[in-house]
């Protein structure tokens, strides 16, 4: 069982460049979501999707788009990045969206945007 | 004022010593109370939660809530050279339709051995 697995692990982009950035879990947990970790700023969330289906904006979604065609699926695009993307991602999924659902994270994609 | 307060150390150990994290938060509507370790390049895992306040112990690791002083402290035991690691506070509550989960910055801890 692999849990949750993101690619790339790492990649250099241009400014100006369109990328999705691919997350897929194999818990069949309902809920996914999309961090990004700044140091100095720790975990934001950016999207959330509380079942297949559906997606929410999380604190800094200025800039992502998500979709959550099925349950094992939730990919993050950036349509045209900007520097200030430059960051680490992490994809996480929950059983559920309920309180005190644990959240499993994947390995984290870094991202720079030049 | 961030909702969540965490010094992002680093604090260096030496092997055995008794380890003491510390949070404090701003907003009473936090309901759970969760740690995370982060190893460095990967993902954080979760440690452990408690969801009122008072002592949760686990092995080696202890949490902590007093609510009513918004502190939360995690306390580590005979810590090791494995615990090396950020430790990550969590406070959690409902925000519209999702679970929001507020991290810390994390502190980074080292123990020596």
């Known amino acids: 069982i692999a849990g949750i697995t993101q690619a790339p692990t790492s990649q250099i982009l241009a400014a100006g460049r369109r990328m999705t950035l691919r997350c897929t879990q194999d818990?069949?947990?309902?809920?996914m979501y999309w961090y990004r970790q700044d140091l100095g700023l720790g975990l934001r969330l950016i999207h959330y999707s509380n079942t297949a289906g559906t997606t929410g904006k999380g604190e800094v979604p200025d800039g992502y788009s998500v979709s959550r065609a099925n349950t094992d699926d939730f990919p993050l695009t950036l349509a045209s990045a900007v520097p200030s993307q430059t960051s680490v991602y992490f994809c996480?999924?929950?059983?559920?969206?309920?309180?005190?659902?644990?959240?499993?994270f994947g390995p984290g994609t870094r991202l720079t945007v030049l | 004022q961030k909702e969540v307060e965490q010094d992002p150390g680093p604090l260096s150990v030496p092997e055995g010593a008794i380890v003491s994290l510390n949070c404090t938060y701003s907003n009473s509507a936090f309901q759970y109370f969760m740690w995370y370790r982060q190893y460095s390049r990967k993902g954080p895992e979760l440690l452990m939660y408690t969801y009122s306040s008072g002592n949760k112990e686990d092995g080696r690791f202890t949490a902590q809530v007093d609510k009513s002083s918004k502190y939360i402290s995690l306390f580590i035991r005979d810590s090791q050279p494995s615990d090396s690691a950020t430790y990550l506070c969590a406070p959690t509550r409902r925000s519209g339709g999702y679970q929001k989960v507020t991290f810390g910055i994390g502190t980074k801890l080292q123990v020596i051995p």
């Open positions: 996480a999924s929950s059983p559920g969206q309920g309180l005190g659902n644990e959240q499993f």
């Open positions: 818990m069949r947990h309902n809920a």
